[in-house]
């Protein structure tokens, strides 16, 4: 037959053979929209469709990842995303990489940006690649700012205080949702050490911040009709303790007391499973032995 292929032709046409139609990559997002320097999580899932058992996680380089611009230039990147973790993906079977990849991409310009992930198989000196996943930076309207100082660790003596600032800023989410974000930098703002989404605002209510003598922030705002959320952030970006108010008899305010201490007065709280520390958990009423 004048038309058939040589087997040395079919040799050399198989590794020209798309993995996508075997393995599968996508890139899943909670959100579609984060302020510069916020979290990046981003899950990748693997789907295995080729009849074998895969080995994957065992180098450094099995999954990596690419940010691009809508203008076209591909985002400098600072290092590889850590993703080490050996695992065996079976026929037929889906696996889920979760990866931080905003401390890797110099995500600092607001606008419209896509990531890919690829998946390296060595045993078949191939990789599959997964659709551009878009998501926007936006910016976000300054409500108010403060400096302060870190307290020093315990035992340290005669040094100047590192001075950091805590920025609240309101973004309208999906032009749908106002947010409330906290921006943590240095003093001249060149360092993003974290940006955290604190959560939903209820209209154009203004937030109540005070800074204790700790150099803890205590934020209390409203987050629906009649209820407020309080949060605390101490000066590492961490919240150390969330709690949800509601708006019974008075409105929930900040009160300093005279040990400089801040605390909620008026309203009443409520116990939600977002708190912070999570509330201990409802076990049944003893009930009466039978007899």
Known sequence: MK????????????PLI????????????D????????????????????????????????????????????????????????FTLGSSQVATKQVELAPYFALTRPGRYSIIATVRIREWDGQATSEPKSFDIINGATLWTRDFGVPPPAGATNQPPEIRRYTLQQANYLRKQLRL??????????????VLSIGPMFGFSQPE????????????????????????????????????????????????????NISVVGGLRRETSDDLPRPPKKTDEAKPAKP
Not at 3 to 14: E, M, V, Y
Not at 45 to 61: P, V
Not at 210 to 235: K, M
């Open 181 to 194: 974000y906290l921006r943590l930098t240095d003093e001249s703002e060149s360092r993003i050490i974290k």
């Open 18 to 29: 798309p993995l996508s139609a075997q393995v599968k990559v996508e890139v899943v997002l």
């Open 3 to 14: 038309n058939s292929i040589p087997a040395l032709g079919l040799l050399l046409l198989a």
């Open 31 to 86: 959100q579609e929209q984060f302020l510069a320097g916020e979290s990046l999580p981003a899950a990748v899932k693997i789907r295995n469709r080729s009849g074998q058992t895969l080995r994957m996680g065992r180098e450094a380089d099995w999954l990596t990842f690419s940010v691009e611009s809508r203008d076209g230039f591909v985002v400098a990147k600072s290092g590889e995303a850590p993703v080490v973790g050996e």
């Open 209 to 260: 911040p005070r800074v204790d003598q700790r150099s803890q922030l205590h934020l209390l705002y409203q987050n629906g009709a009649r209820t407020f959320s309080y949060t605390v952030v101490n000066p590492d970006g961490e919240i150390v303790l969330r709690q949800t108010h509601e708006y019974i008899g008075s409105r929930p305010r900040l009160q300093t007391g005279d040990d400089g």
